[in-house]
C-alpha cells in the first residue's frame, strides 16, 4: 500500500475517534450545562413573579395601614364614643368624620382597580360596618348607613375575635359574602385591627381585593413552553403559559379541578424537581403562619423534552460536523499525500489566516527556483494588498458620519460603525438588506426609483445631496443629509453613501423659531396691556366725571337712592381703574427689569410699618430672626406688604393678630406670614392665587382680586415659591420661598 494512502487512512480514522469523542463529550456538557440553566432560569422565574405578587400584597398592606392611620378613623372613634357624638378635640361630628372617610376610601378604590370594598368596622353591635364603600359595574358606590352589616360571623374576623393583635393580617381566599351568603368573585382581605386612644380594640379596616384581578395585575412576561402558576393552601390556582393565562380556578366553584403539581407544594423551596415528564420549581410567596390564614406559592415548569432538546440538537451538530471533518481530513491527506508546492501552499493558508483573523502575513520559507521567485512575488503583492486594506478600512471606521457601500440592485454591502450605531442595526441585520428599509414608507418607491437612474452609464460623478428622514429599527425618524457616488470595481457598479445626522441643526432651527415667536408674542402681550390700561382709563375719567357733573346739576331733584346709586357708579370707576393699574403691573413681573437695595430686615420691618394700615385693636409682629437678615428690598417688601394686608383687610374680627417670622436657610429665605383670620377652606387655596378671584364680595371686602397671583409670579420669577396653610375654620399661613439669588432675566426667557 502507498504511503500516501496510509496517510490517508490513519487521518480518516484518527478524525473519526476525535469527532465522536468529542461528540460525546460536548453532548454531555451540553446537557449538564443545559439543566443547570434551566434550573437558574426557573428559578429567577419563580422569584420574580413571586416577588411581583408579593409586591402587589404588600401595596395592599401598605394602603390598608395607611388608611387605618389618617384623621378620620380616630376623629370617628372620639365622636362616637362622645355623649354628645361631637368629637371633643375640634368639635367635628361622626357624620362629618364618616364623610370624610369616604371620600378617602373612594380614592383609593378609584385608584387601584383590583380593589373591591373598603369597610372601617367597629367591635360593638356585633361588628357591624361603619363606612363602606363599594366598587360595582358602575362605579365607586357609597354604601349608606342604613344598609351597613353585622360582620362577626365572617371567617376573616375570626383571628381578630379570638386574640386581639395589634398588627394586620390577610385573610384565606374565599367567596365575597353579602348578608351570610356568597356572591363572588373570589376574594383576598386584609384585616387592620384599630384601637382607641386607650390602647382598646375598637375595631378593624378591611380592604377586599378581586383575588384573580390582583394576581393579573402582576402577570409575568414568560418565553414559549415555560408555565408559572400561582396556588393557595386550598389550591386555587391559576396558570400563565407563552398562550395567555386561564381563569383563577376556585376551590369551591363547579368544575374545579387541582393544579398539576400540587404534590410538590410542600417540599423544599427553590429546587427543581421532575415530576410528570416536566422540570418544576417552587417558590414561597407566603407561608402558612399563626397570623397568616393562607399560603400562597408560586410554580414554573418547563417540560422535559424541550429541556432535553439543546443538547440533542447539539449531539446531531456534532456528528454531522464530525462527518465533514472527515471528508476534509481526508482531502488534506490526500492532498499532502501528493506532495504539493510547499512555498505556494503555506503562502496560500496565510493569506487564509489573515483574512480570517487579521494576522500580518509572516516570510515564507522558499527556494531560489522558479517556485521560490513565484511565492515570493506574491507575498509581496500580498503585502501591499493587505497595508492598502488596513489604511481604507481605517479611514472608512475613523470617519464620523455613516457611511454605506451598496450594489447596482439597491443592496447594502457594507456599512461602518457609525451607521450600525446610527440606525440601532446590528451588521448581520443589514447587509444584503435593500437600503429602501433605512427610509420612510412613504417614499420607499421613490427611493428606488433614483437607484434604478443612477446605474444609467456615465463618466461623471454621481454626486448629489438630499435632506430626508432616515428610519431606525426602533421605528423612529432621524433628519440626514445623504451624499452618493458611484464607483466601479470588481466589474459593476457600486454606490457609495455618505449620511450625515443634521437632528441638532433641525432641532437647533426649531427652538430658534419658538425663541422668535415667544418673543414676538411677549412684545405683542406687553402693547396689550399698556394700550388696555390707557385707552380704558380715558372712558372710565369720562364716566366719573359726567356723573359729578349730573349730580351737580341735578342737585335739587337727586334723592337718597338716585345720591347713593351714583356713588355706586363712581366707586366702580375707581374699581376699574385699580384692577387696570393692577392688570398692567401683573403683566410687566418677570419682564421688566426691577432694580433694589439690600436691606437688613430690621429696615425691612420699619418699611412695612409704615405701608401697613394697621387698624385699631390689630398687632403686627415679626420674629427675632428678621432682624439677622439682609436681602433686597424690591420686589420681597411688596410680596410681604401684600400679603399682611391681605390679612387684615380680611379679618373677620375687630381685633386680630398678623404675625412675620422668617428662616434662613442655604438656598435663601422661607417667610411665613400668619393670621387669626377665617381661614381658607382647603378648596380653595389653589384658586386664590388666579387672577381676579376673591373669597369675599368686592362690595364687601374692596379689592381687585389679583393681589395674590402677583404675589405667586413675583416668587415664580425668582426661582421661588408660595404656599396656603388653612383647614378654612380659623387661621391661614402663607409660606414664602424667597432664593438667595433670585433667578435672572424674564419670566419669558
Known amino acids: 500500500m502507498r504511503l500516501h494512502i496510509k496517510i490517508i487512512l490513519l487521518a480518516l480514522i484518527s478524525t473519526v ?144 375575635q379570638r386574640a386581639p393583635m395589634a398588627e394586620g393580617y390577610f385573610s384565606d381566599v374565599t367567596l365575597n359574602r353579602e348578608h351570610g351568603r356568597d356572591v363572588g368573585p373570589a376574594t383576598i382581605r386584609y384585616v387592620v385591627p384599630v384601637f382607641d386612644a386607650e390602647g382598646a380594640l375598637f375595631g378593624a379596616l378591611v380592604i377586599n381585593a378581586d383575588y384573580e384581578k390582583l394576581l393579573r395585575s402582576a402577570a409575568p412576561s414568560l418565553g414559549a413552553d415555560f408555565t408559572v402558576t400561582a396556588v393557595t393552601s386550598a389550591l386555587d390556582h391559576m396558570t400563565w403559559d407563552a398562550t395567555g393565562v386561564s381563569p383563577l380556578q376556585f376551590h369551591s366553584e363547579a368544575g374545579w379541578t387541582p393544579p398539576p403539581h400540587a404534590a410538590l407544594l410542600d417540599g423544599p423551596a427553590g429546587r427543581l424537581v421532575v415530576a410528570d415528564e ?197 421605528g423612529s425618524r432621524i433628519p440626514l443629509e445623504i451624499t452618493i457616488s458611484r464607483a466601479v470595481y470588481d466589474g459593476a457598479t457600486h454606490f457609495i453613501g455618505v449620511v450625515h445626522d443634521i437632528s441638532e441643526r433641525v432641532e437647533s432651527r426649531r427652538m430658534q423659531s419658538l425663541i422668535e415667536a415667544l418673543s414676538r408674542s411677549n412684545e405683542e402681550l406687553d402693547r396689550f396691556a399698556f394700550v388696555a390700561s390707557h385707552d380704558l382709563k380715558a372712558p372710565l375719567r369720562v364716566i366719573d366725571n359726567a356723573s359729578r357733573w349730573l349730580e351737580e346739576d341735578l342737585a335739587e331733584h337727586m334723592t337718597d337712592d338716585t345720591r347713593e346709586s351714583m356713588t355706586m357708579l363712581r366707586n366702580r370707576v375707581a374699581r376699574m381703574e385699580r384692577l387696570l393699574d393692577d392688570l398692567l403691573l401683573h403683566s410687566r413681573i418677570g419682564r421688566v427689569p426691577v432694580a433694589s437695595q439690600v436691606v437688613t430686615g430690621a429696615e425691612l420691618e420699619h418699611s412695612l410699618r409704615e405701608l401697613i394700615d394697621l387698624p385699631d385693636g390689630f398687632r403686627f409682629e415679626t420674629g427675632d430672626a428678621l432682624a439677622g437678615i439682609s436681602l433686597p428690598r424690591m420686589p420681597v417688601q411688596a410680596v410681604l406688604l401684600n400679603l399682611v394686608s391681605n390679612a387684615i383687610k380680611h379679618h373677620d374680627r375687630d381685633t386680630g393678630l398678623v404675625r412675620l417670622d422668617v428662616t434662613e436657610t442655604h438656598e435663601g429665605f422661607e417667610f411665613t406670614v400668619t393670621d387669626d383670620g377665617p381661614g381658607i377652606p382647603p378648596e380653595y387655596h389653589e384658586k386664590v392665587f388666579e387672577l381676579f378671584q376673591t373669597l369675599r364680595p368686592r362690595d364687601v371686602v374692596e379689592g381687585s382680586g389679583m393681589g395674590l397671583a402677583m404675589v405667586r409670579k413675583h416668587a415664580e420669577v425668582a426661582g421661588g415659591s408660595i404656599t396656603v396653610d388653612s383647614d378654612g375654620t380659623r387661621g391661614t399661613r402663607f409660606r414664602l420661598i424667597w432664593p438667595r439669588v433670585p433667578q435672572t432675566g424674564t419670566l419669558a426667557a
Open 17 to 160: 475517534f476525535v469527532s465522536i469523542l468529542f461528540a460525546l463529550m460536548s453532548f454531555h456538557y451540553v446537557r449538564v450545562q443545559g439543566d443547570e440553566e434551566a434550573r437558574r432560569y426557573l428559578r429567577a422565574t419563580a422569584a420574580l413573579y413571586s416577588k411581583q405578587i408579593e409586591d402587589s400584597l404588600r401595596r395592599m398592606e401598605r394602603d390598608a395601614r395607611s388608611l387605618s392611620g389618617t384623621p378620620p378613623i380616630s376623629g370617628l372613634i372620639r365622636a362616637m364614643r362622645a355623649p354628645d357624638g361631637l368629637d371633643p378635640h375640634d368639635g367635628t361630628s361622626a357624620a362629618l368624620w364618616r364623610a370624610r372617610l369616604v371620600q378617602i376610601f373612594r380614592a383609593v378604590l378609584r385608584n387601584t382597580t383590583h380593589f373591591t370594598q373598603i369597610r372601617y368596622i367597629g367591635l360593638d353591635d356585633n361588628w357591624a360596618e361603619l363606612v363602606r364603600v363599594d366598587r360595582t359595574d358602575s362605579g365607586v358606590h357609597v354604601v349608606p348607613l342604613a344598609e351597613m352589616q353585622a360582620k362577626g360571623n365572617e371567617p376573616y374576623l375570626a383571628p381578630l
Open 278 to 474: 416536566a422540570a418544576v420549581v417552587t417558590v414561597p410567596v407566603f407561608e402558612r403562619r399563626p397570623d397568616r390564614p393562607f399560603s400562597l406559592h408560586i410554580q414554573t415548569a418547563l417540560p422535559l423534552s424541550v429541556l432535553r432538546l439543546p443538547a440533542q440538537r447539539v449531539f446531531t451538530l456534532e456528528i454531522a460536523a464530525g462527518a465533514i471533518v472527515t471528508v476534509l481530513a481526508g482531502l488534506l491527506s490526500y492532498l499532502l499525500g501528493r506532495q504539493l508546492t510547499m512555498p505556494l501552499r503555506t503562502l496560500s493558508e496565510a493569506i487564509r489566516s489573515y483574512r480570517v483573523s487579521g494576522t500580518p502575513l509572516p516570510d515564507l520559507p522558499a527556494g531560489r527556483d522558479e517556485v521560490g521567485e513565484l511565492a515570493r512575488a506574491f507575498q509581496s503583492m500580498a503585502d501591499d494588498l493587505i497595508r492598502e486594506s488596513a489604511r481604507s478600512k481605517a479611514m472608512v471606521h475613523g470617519v464620523a458620519d455613516a457611511i454605506f457601500s451598496v450594489d447596482a440592485k439597491g443592496r447594502i454591502e457594507e456599512a461602518n460603525p457609525v451607521a450600525l450605531e446610527l440606525f440601532g442595526y446590528s451588521r448581520d441585520e443589514l447587509i444584503g438588506q435593500e437600503l429602501s428599509m433605512l427610509v420612510p414608507e412613504e417614499i420607499r418607491a421613490a427611493h428606488r426609483g433614483y437607484v434604478r437612474e443612477a446605474v444609467v452609464p456615465t463618466r461623471r460623478k454621481m454626486g448629489f445631496n438630499r435632506a430626508i428622514s432616515g428610519v431606525r429599527k426602533d
